[in-house]
């Protein structure tokens, strides 16, 4: 009797798979050897190997208790600046004048004067706003950040701001000096009369300066000559500023930015003897100093300064007895 193929492998197969099974039926193949089967706290029906095959740290670094966790930044609250009182405001139907909020300045922090900015423009009060804006400048101990952002509140508000003085009887008179030993060139002479009219409109028309240069014209004198600066009264026996030296750039296209940073040193130093903070460090060739890094009141105070300086003078040479307790001296 011939038996069918398709039977014969048929039967094979069978019979490999019920031997496998016989033999393997009472085997754990999940199960590591030496390993015991513990259950879970959070599953306790379920049999976790994992459990005892992780090996047991011990003497584990406290990561939570030793390193700092950054705050999250959606909870971190700005400073609270208290606001601003009807008091502090000021009379804000009168006019101010330009030691407006002086007081206030001394008293409190960079931040407060910039709320007390944003209020009054908040209440169409500009010049007021300004003002406030000056105070962080020339009273305040603001940082290099906050005497910038200063700054430019200031050139935004100036932008739309009538001069502060509208009488020209007014004006106080300045002389601003070039002192040099080339013939000056016309560039020079152009940029220390755009000098002139920057300082006069930064004062806020205040100031009335006439440019002033003092050449000994001498062919053989180097090309990178040092010039000088400086501000004084008018007269035969002015008052005047420190002097500030430089060294112009040779590109003579533009020699304002560097004759304003001058300018701007030697205004500077002298209103630090009057008891203004000093002026920045690190500065940088632009005229913008001489717009935003004084303000109209240190204009005003300069100009008044070398005026009374200048009395002084005259009153000693005057009273003899007073010339001869200075010379004494």
Same mark, same amino acid.
């Given at each position: 009797m011939r038996i069918h193929r398709a039977f014969v492998v048929l039967a094979v197969i069978g019979t490999i798979l019920i031997t496998w099974y016989l033999r393997t039926k009472d085997m754990d193949f999940l199960t590591p050897d030496g390993a015991e089967i513990t259950k879970s706290d959070e599953t306790p029906d379920f049999d976790d190997p994992s459990v005892a095959l992780q090996p047991e740290i011990k003497d584990q670094p406290n990561i939570n208790g030793n390193i700092e966790q950054p705050e999250d930044p959606d909870k971190i609250s700005p400073p609270e600046i208290k606001e601003i009182t009807e008091e502090e405001l000021g009379d804000l139907g009168s006019s101010p004048g330009l030691e407006a909020y002086r007081d206030f300045a001394r008293s409190e922090p960079p931040d407060r004067l910039f709320e007390l900015s944003s209020t009054l423009r908040a209440r169409g009060e500009f010049q007021r706003a300004l003002l406030a804006f000056e105070r962080v400048i020339d009273t305040s101990a603001a940082d290099p950040k906050a005497q910038t952002e200063a700054a430019q509140g200031i050139a935004a508000l100036l932008k739309s701001l009538p001069s502060w003085n509208v009488d020209p009887s007014n004006e106080i008179a300045l002389n601003l000096h070039l002192g040099t030993a080339r013939k000056p060139s016309d560039a020079l002479k152009k940029a %220390?009369?755009?000098?002139?009219?920057?300082?006069?409109?930064?004062?806020?028309?205040? %100031?009335?300066?006439?440019?002033?240069?003092?050449? #000994?014209d001498d062919p053989e004198a180097p090309e990178d000559s040092p010039i000088a600066l400086w501000l004084s009264t008018p007269g035969d026996e002015p008052a005047s500023s420190a002097v500030i030296t430089l060294r112009l750039s040779k590109d003579e296209s533009n020699h304002l930015p560097e004759i304003s940073v001058a300018v701007f040193k030697a205004i500077r130093s002298h209103l630090a003897q009057q008891g203004y903070p000093p002026a920045p460090d690190n500065l940088e060739a632009g005229q913008n100093y001489l717009s935003r890094h004084v303000t109209r009141l240190m204009w005003r105070d300069f100009a008044r300064?070398?005026?009374?300086?200048?009395?002084?003078?005259?009153?000693?040479?005057?009273?003899?007895?007073? #010339?001869?307790?200075?010379? #004494?001296?």
């Amino acid at each position: 009797m011939r038996i069918h193929r398709a039977f014969v492998v048929l039967a094979v197969i069978g019979t490999i798979l019920i031997t496998w099974y016989l033999r393997t039926k009472d085997m754990d193949f999940l199960t590591p050897d030496g390993a015991e089967i513990t259950k879970s706290d959070e599953t306790p029906d379920f049999d976790d190997p994992s459990v005892a095959l992780q090996p047991e740290i011990k003497d584990q670094p406290n990561i939570n208790g030793n390193i700092e966790q950054p705050e999250d930044p959606d909870k971190i609250s700005p400073p609270e600046i208290k606001e601003i009182t009807e008091e502090e405001l000021g009379d804000l139907g009168s006019s101010p004048g330009l030691e407006a909020y002086r007081d206030f300045a001394r008293s409190e922090p960079p931040d407060r004067l910039f709320e007390l900015s944003s209020t009054l423009r908040a209440r169409g009060e500009f010049q007021r706003a300004l003002l406030a804006f000056e105070r962080v400048i020339d009273t305040s101990a603001a940082d290099p950040k906050a005497q910038t952002e200063a700054a430019q509140g200031i050139a935004a508000l100036l932008k739309s701001l009538p001069s502060w003085n509208v009488d020209p009887s007014n004006e106080i008179a300045l002389n601003l000096h070039l002192g040099t030993a080339r013939k000056p060139s016309d560039a020079l002479k152009k940029a %220390l009369l755009e000098a002139a009219i920057l300082i006069r409109e930064s004062s806020g028309d205040q %100031l009335d300066i006439i440019p002033t240069i003092n050449s #000994s014209d001498d062919p053989e004198a180097p090309e990178d000559s040092p010039i000088a600066l400086w501000l004084s009264t008018p007269g035969d026996e002015p008052a005047s500023s420190a002097v500030i030296t430089l060294r112009l750039s040779k590109d003579e296209s533009n020699h304002l930015p560097e004759i304003s940073v001058a300018v701007f040193k030697a205004i500077r130093s002298h209103l630090a003897q009057q008891g203004y903070p000093p002026a920045p460090d690190n500065l940088e060739a632009g005229q913008n100093y001489l717009s935003r890094h004084v303000t109209r009141l240190m204009w005003r105070d300069f100009a008044r300064s070398l005026y009374q300086q200048e009395k002084s003078a005259t009153e000693i040479e005057d009273d003899p007895a007073e #010339s001869s307790d200075a010379n #004494s001296d």
